[in-house]
C-alpha cells in the first residue's frame, strides 16, 4: 500500500501500519524502515512510538543503536543499524534476542542484518517526493 502525505499528515500512515499490525496478529512484530538519509525514517517511527503513548518522547539512536520506550502494556524497541559496517558486528550486539522474540521492534538501516528477520516482517519504504511530501510503501 502506498501512502503519499505531507509532513503534516503523517498520522495517515500512522494509522494504516497500527491497522495492519492489528490485522496480521503478530505476538512480537519487526518493523523494517527503508529509505535514505533525511526521508524520515526516525520521524516516522517517533509519531508511530507516541501513537501507543503520548508521553514517551523518541529520538534517534544511532549512537547507541537501540533505545527501548516502555507503553503500559509492551516495550517498543528503536535500532538504528546506520554505523554498523559489516554484517558480523551483528553478531556481538544480541539484538536477535529481541527481534520478533521481544516487545514490538523498528529497525532502521536494517539491510546489514537481513538474514536476521523473516516474512513476517512489515517493510515501509519512505521516498522524498519534495520538501514537505513523502511516499510511504507498507509491505
Not at 6 to 15: M, Q
Not at 35 to 54: C, I, L, Q, W
Request: include cysteine.
Amino acid at each position: 500500500m502506498q501512502i503519499i502525505y505531507k509532513l503534516n499528515e503523517i498520522d495517515k500512515p500512522v494509522s494504516f501500519l497500527r491497522d495492519k499490525l492489528k490485522e496480521r496478529k503478530i505476538d512480537y512484530p519487526v518493523i523494517l524502515l527503508t529509505g535514505e538519509m533525511g526521508a524520515g525514517k526516525t520521524t516516522f517511527t517517533s509519531h508511530f512510538v507516541r501513537s501507543f503513548d503520548s508521553n514517551l518522547n523518541p529520538n534517534s539512536p544511532t549512537f547507541n543503536l537501540m533505545n527501548e520506550y516502555k507503553t503500559e502494556s509492551f516495550s517498543i524497541f528503536h535500532f538504528d543499524l546506520y554505523r554498523l559496517k559489516f554484517p558480523g558486528e551483528v553478531d556481538n550486539l544480541g539484538f536477535e534476542e529481541i527481534w520478533g522474540k521481544q516487545g514490538l521492534s523498528i529497525v532502521e538501516w536494517w539491510q546489514i542484518a537481513a538474514d536476521y528477520f523473516d516474512d513476517s516482517a512489515i517493510e515501509i519504504k519512505i521516498e522524498v517526493i519534495d520538501e514537505e511530501t513523502r511516499s510511504c510503501i507498507i509491505q
